[in-house]
């Protein structure tokens, strides 16, 4: 596993090492955010894993299941029972009636850590990548962590401009060439999600797959490493799936959103690794995760 370039210099708060709960100190404020997260789906109990699957994710990580590190290297020394300890201190993964349930209040707890990382790295002029596997869901709240990071100072990693869309269904376009990152990558073809000419698009300063008007949920791993090489790492990348743990390979710092299923990157953070998960679930509504959204400008 790489380690960190110094960028910016490493202010990085470790994440994930299962001693005390990282939640902790948000319990007493955090109750109408609770609910809200709850009622959003974005925590609490899970609308497609039960607690089966989500232990079935935790062996595959521990086998070194490619598909699984998501991009990653195999973790050396590594057993079911520290990644059942890993997801249980960040995602507050639990079993209830055979379903797997996660705490709202480590979702609070991991945005809030997020956006501390977005604004120290954009209040220092640093390059801020956004890129997502789960357009459909995620692409909205990108976006507005893209302009926040933009507003306060950040170099967005594609060099894009804003357009002033509702949080919604958005449409999508190519990013103009010569920006940060941009390496002329959104003419390069790859598979993806079953589809031979996959290719990299972004809106609103966000990286995602599509294949012409449709977009694509993946893994994201080839795409992940074709974004990833063109150019200089950037100072941080907000991302998930196979984005984020490409990312944390080619050693950035990453704020990751992470299912259950996404699990070796909250390893990745628990090893020390510069990596904020936030422990959400990723394939709701774009609407829903408003919720996330507003606690970027508290």
């Known amino acids: 596993m790489t380690s960190r370039p110094a960028h910016l210099g490493d202010r990085h708060e470790q994440q994930g090492r299962p001693i005390t709960s990282h939640a902790e100190s948000e319990r ?21 894993f039960g607690f089966a699957e989500t232990q079935s994710f935790m062996r595959r990580v521990v086998a070194g299941t490619p598909e699984a590190l998501l991009g990653m290297e195999r973790f050396s020394d590594l ?3 520290v990644v059942e300890a890993t997801a249980r201190h960040i995602w507050g993964w639990r079993a209830r009636d055979a379903s797997a349930w996660t705490d709202p209040n480590c979702t609070i707890a991991g945005m809030r850590a997020g956006v501390v990382r977005i604004l120290d790295v954009a209040r220092r002029g640093g390059v801020i990548a956004f890129a997502t596997g789960r357009p459909a869901s995620l692409l909205p709240l990108y976006a507005d962590l893209a302009r926040l990071a933009a507003s306060e100072g950040a170099e967005i990693f594609g060099d894009l401009d804003f357009d002033a869309r509702e949080y919604g269904a958005p449409g999508y376009g190519s990013p103009e060439s010569g920006g940060p990152g941009s390496g002329g990558i959104e003419n390069t073809t790859f598979s993806a999600g ?3 000419r996959a290719r990299l698009l972004w809106q609103n300063g966000v990286a995602m797959i599509a294949d012409g008007g449709d ?15 063109v150019s200089e790492p950037p100072d941080l990348v907000v991302a998930d799936r196979g984005f984020a743990g490409t990312a944390i390979e080619y050693g950035c ?22 990596v904020t998960i936030v422990p ?10 408003r919720v996330l959204s507003a606690l970027g400008y508290e």
């Open 215 to 229: 977009l694509i949920a993946d893994t994201a791993l080839r795409a992940a490493d074709l974004l990833f090489s």
């Open 253 to 274: 710092e990453v704020v990751a959103f992470a299912d259950l299923d996404a699990v070796a990157l909250g390893v990745a953070a628990a090893r020390g690794l510069p």
């Open 79 to 81: 057993t079911d029972g």
């Open 194 to 196: 079953g589809r031979p």
């Open 28 to 48: 007493s404020k955090s109750r109408s955010g609770d609910e809200e997260i709850l009622r959003a789906h974005l925590a609490g109990r899970h609308d497609l």
């Open 280 to 289: 959400v679930q990723e394939q709701q509504l774009p609407h829903n995760y």
